[in-house]
């Protein structure tokens, strides 16, 4: 059957990343029609294989082989095939090295120098295969006194000065954060993806492109950093305010931690908000005239509108505000849109049959854009460790039964974790709220 | 040569988010025509900060940083010359980007159906704050309206208090980021095959798809993990500073509080045990670092290889050593708003440089981009002017 060919049909990709960033970048790469090979050691499996982050398993089992059920990993990794190899073993390394012959992009988000103390910095790379593109989703980028520093999202929040801006007003806050860090990075590194791969096509040589999720965080509140060389202004967070709109907040609905969020930007969707709660005295009121005014008056006009939303369910009060064309949503809950009628319309979801025992249905999440005559769906499962040994080192390499079976008696490969990797997995579950399983 | 030296792209943007998508394209070489309403310009123009704080349209410290090594050109859309123009341009281009709503490119005649038929080759991107289809796509919203649709904000702030929102345009940039790698996918796609194809950003999605383990909780154990008290950040001299002692780590941090002994004590034996003495555990790291600056305990525990970070405000970012050295912050001339400072090139691509222009000024390249690269006469522009197309 011919196919029609889709962006990234024909290319190689060898994903060497743990955890969040890099594995999104090489997803969308795979999303995108490639054949991602997720490389990974029976001595160091993704993490989110073993302990994955909320002991989230599959239906909340364990099952036989729970590094293949970790639920982060199902949606992680769909798109991908796995093989495992061990790195750091010479053998291993020379047969890395046989993949990039064969490869066109390399992925990894390790911390900066250990691809040299594995010997497969890029130069060795490139001398093996001049059109190799590397691309490096690193913390601090390549170079810089910092350049072997750590992080994860909370860290890279709290150095970028995003976090700095992002609290209640002129506070500290102790609690948790919405996560972008590691997404965002993933998905600028695979648009570096494609632009290199476009690069190659015209030049014929592959690039090394290093991002720093720092910098990267940091210039997404550029503006915000230019103030200070600007003004001398150290930004300080501003909770929900606005700069020059108001009312511009979050009011508490109907029901238990139930809120709904409400942004009048100019003096006609004042007028609704006033027309719509009841209050013409408000709307009457000359101190209330123009954003600048309400926005000091802010803690009087919040507290009129708080007195009211409380009366209403949040999603019936956000229809009936948008139908009179006032800004206004309620918050919604990850369960809330699991089950919205807006994002089912829009296919945001992909429903995954997984053939194998005990794996069933499953929803994985969708990728924030959409493509009219490409689409991004889940052709593969997330792939069990080593699922694709025997393709990757059989067919692609040429190498015998034999030899195959050598590796997997040295440990090179394997299909499944060390024990000392295994004694790390849980051997219990904490309950589910309700039953979970799905019956079809 | 650059990723996109030989790539052009037009930008309609009154929303941030398709003016921080093609910023990256500028970066990386392509020759980006930002285009403006002739009677009111790009909104970002008169959002702030400005020098002074005195506004001006030609100072705006987000349009300028926004729009860095783009070409301006006023073209009125509403008018027929206007539209014809446009199309020509198209005609020449590889991308458009756009974020001015749904259903606003259609409404202009300008609809991605009917301007593939005359370019077929063209990758066509929209951002909008829920997509162009769907029961809420013509909703009205902004960016804290869209991060509570998106359940991003029930999971920012405290537990005891209402959810807040991100800082800043943030969201836009994440949006900008989600059309950059589309809109480079289907310029590949195009590239090769000739064919174009509508890139579609919804804010809302793009967000929803950062989401960390949230889906996950619910769909294993129905859990809905919602915003959280978390104990992270510490007080030291001058500030905060945070430690995520992950388990591979713990036998190190014991080094680097000087405590060996801790590494086998059963109150913090593993993770779990350590978060349920976190104030125990949390007395003693202050003990060892409480009184020292945030940058030498960040410093210290990140060159012991343990997992650390601080609380870094925009002062601190100006002073980061890592930031200096690496020359992140670059000073850009601009003939109206001069030399300013600005945040710069967040990757290396080899001996490829990322390329720092200024922001144009309004209507500047008018001239260059319709006589030298449409054709038209300076008589063309003059009448164009009066007429208010440009």
Known sequence: MEEKPIPGSGLRVLDLSMFFAGATCAGFLGDLGMEVIKIESCQHPDPDRIVTQGLLYLHNELGDEPWNRGMIHLRRHRNKLSITLDLSNPQGRDIFLKLIGISDIVVENFRMGVLEKLGIEYGVLQHVNPRIILISVSSQGEDGPE?????????????????????????????????TPDPLAGTVAAGFAMGALRHRRKTGKGTHVVISQRELLTSCIGEIVMDYPMNGRIAQPQGNLHPFHAPHGCYPCKGEDSWIAIAVRDDREWERLCQAMEMPELLNDPRFIGGLNRRQHREEIDKRIASWTIRFERKALMESLQKQGIPASALYSVPDLMEDEHLKAREFWDRIDDPRPGYGTYLCKGRGFTLSKTPMKTRLRAPDLGEHNGYVYGKLLGMSQEEIEGLEKKGIIGRSPVPEVLSRIPKSLPKAQRAVKEED | MEFLSDVTVLELSENISASACAKMMAALGASVIKIEAPDRGDPARRMGPFPNDEPHPEKSGLFLYLNMGKKGLTLNLDTKE?????????????????????????????????????????????????????????????????EAASGLMLQHGSPEREPIKLGGNIIYYRAGASAFMGSLAALFHAETTGEGQRVEVSI???????????????????????????????????????????????????????????EKDERFIDMKRRSEHAEELNTIVLSRFGDLGKKEVYDTLQKNRITAGYLANVEDLFDSEQYRSRGYFVTVDHPVAGPLTYPGAFATMGDIDWKHGRAPLFGEHNGEILCQGLGYSREDLVRLGQLGVI
Not at chain 2, 127 to 133: A, R
Not at chain 2, 141 to 146: F, W, Y
Not at chain 2, 215 to 223: D, G, K, P, Q, S
């Open chain 2, 82 to 146: 206007g539209k014809d123009i446009f199309r020509k341009l198209v005609a020449k281009s590889d991308i458009l980007v756009e974020d001015l709503g749904p259903g606003r490119m259609e409404g202009l005649g300008l609809s991605f159906d009917k301007l593939e038929e005359a370019v077929p080759h063209l990758v066509f991107t929209s951002i909008s704050p829920f997509g162009e289809t769907g029961s809420f796509s013509r909703y009205k919203a902004e960016d804290i309206i869209i």
């Open chain 2, 204 to 262: 809302q999605e793009s967000l929803l798809h950062d989401d960390f383990i949230t889906v996950e909780a619910y769909l294993c154990r129905h859990e809905d993990v919602r915003r959280r008290l978390a104990p992270m950040l510490l007080p030291c001299r001058d500030g905060w500073f945070y430690i995520r002692a992950f388990t591979h780590e713990w036998p190190r941090l014991t080094q680097a509080l000087g405590m060996p002994e801790l």
């Open chain 1, 147 to 179: 350049r072997t520093y750590g992080s994860n999202a909370e860290i890279l929040a709290f150095t970028s000065g995003v976090r700095s801006v992002s609290d209640y007003e002129n506070e500290i806050g102790l609690f948790t954060a919405a996560n």
